[in-house]
């Protein structure tokens, strides 16, 4: 028996595909009339059990949880629990805007976060239920702040950085041994994209991400709103477009893995998981990431209850249990993802804890850059510009 609704995946197209399917029969009677004492006989039995199921329906990215944790949490409070996941913070922001999403608990990233809080469709915290607040790390609390003034409003769940995932063997054989691996050369030079074109290279499919990287290559402001700033990183972008496979949030995990493609541009904790996938299988796919010299994004995913949450008190039964230290550390070790809280790391393990690409030094976090938040129309300009280039137009 699964504890939880198990893992429902949305994809871009607002389908949903449920791991676990729950079949009830009903049997029919001889006469109306017994149809209806069966059934009033039914309701009189379940409502009170009904009554007293607790549920909270969580919504968050795919593969970034242990699910023991979530088996684990139903069997200390008996709350089940319904875990949605997505592949973009656009599938949770469209919900999220249209409302009525039935969803107690999201997991969005900072930047979309703050126009969240500005369109008021989250709930202000009430830090009373949260018992393990003292647990966070001021600094990630700090960078949460830019997003959510005062920490009134989410809770960081997992932070990491987006750079380079890298099949070392295959990039080297086509540019060579002496080609530093360590620079977003690899990706942002047509002259080495189209040298591993063949091999297959993914980006994120997200602006959120790429424009401010392509900005900070280019040695601009990588939070720049100049037209003359943004048609620069545009055109860089255009140059490279031939030369990548696709456009994927999520599937350039498996692809690493699998030694399908030899680069992704992707987020720290997938790539990890890409190498330590790829040397599970041992097929000799060999995975590295990469922070590039020349600087990278900054990024903290946090816990937020919708305004319209249905099941406000389960929410943050699920919160609190989140920020207990040994809980947040088991799913830092699941998923290779840095979290906010400073109790945890006597729990994390101790490879993951002092790997660099996980938590970077103090030398690499002076090379991160967070991306800030756009008002609408400097948003529209950038998605605009991001079609551009995903459709090479």
């Known amino acids: 028996m699964i504890p939880f609704e198990g893992l429902r995946r949305h994809d871009g197209d607002g389908n949903s595909e449920a791991d676990v399917l729950v079949k009830r029969n009903f049997h029919a009677f001889g006469t109306a009339l017994g149809a209806i004492a069966a059934l009033s006989a039914i309701i009189g039995l379940s409502s009170p059990a009904s009554a007293q ?44 805007l249209a409302g009525g999403t039935g969803y107690d608990v999201v997991v969005p990233t900072g930047t979309f976060l703050a126009r969240q809080i500005n369109a008021g469709v989250f709930q202000e915290l009430d830090k009373s239920k949260l018992s393990n607040w003292d647990n966070l790390d001021p600094d990630i609390l700090e960078r949460l702040a830019m997003y959510d003034p005062g920490n009134e409003h989410a809770v960081n769940y997992m932070w990491g950085t987006t750079g380079l995932g890298i099949n070392s063997k295959m990039v080297k054989e086509r540019l060579g041994e002496d080609q530093p691996l360590n620079s977003w050369d690899l990706l942002f030079k047509p002259e080495l994209a189209e040298k591993l074109s063949d091999c297959g290279i993914y980006m994120l499919n997200t602006p959120e991400e790429v424009v401010p990287a392509a900005l900070n290559y280019l040695g601009l402001d990588p939070n720049s709103d100049n037209p003359d700033d943004l048609q620069k990183a545009e055109d860089l972008l255009l140059s ?9 949030s999520s599937e350039y995990i498996e692809a690493l893995a699998n ?127 991001w079609t551009r280039v995903v459709t090479g137009q």
């Not at 490279?240 to 994927?248: A, D, E, S």
């Open 259 to 385: 030694g399908d493609i030899c680069m992704a541009h992707g987020w720290s904790g997938d790539i990890l998981q890409s190498r330590d996938r790829a040397a599970e299988a041992g097929q000799g796919v060999e995975i590295q990431y990469v922070i590039p010299k020349e600087g990278a994004v900054i990024w903290v995913d946090n816990m937020a209850i919708p305004a319209d949450a249905p099941h406000t008190e389960e929410a943050y039964e699920f919160i609190n249990y989140m920020m207990r230290p040994e809980v947040i550390a088991k799913a830092t070790n699941f998923v290779n993802y840095a979290n906010g809280n400073a109790a945890a790391d006597e729990f994390v393990e101790p490879a993951i804890l002092n790997d660099p690409s996980v938590y970077p030094d103090k030398e690499t976090r002076q090379r991160l850059f967070a991306v800030q938040p756009k008002g609408p129309r400097e948003q529209r300009l950038q998605t605009r510009l």
């Open 240 to 248: 490279i477009r031939p030369y990548v496979r696709k456009f994927h």
């Open 53 to 96: 199921e607790r549920v909270v329906n969580v919504y968050n990215w795919s593969d970034y949880i242990d699910e023991s944790i979530l088996s684990d949490f139903t069997k200390e409070t008996g709350i089940k629990v319904v875990y949605d996941v997505f592949d973009s913070n656009e599938i949770l922001e469209t919900k999220l």
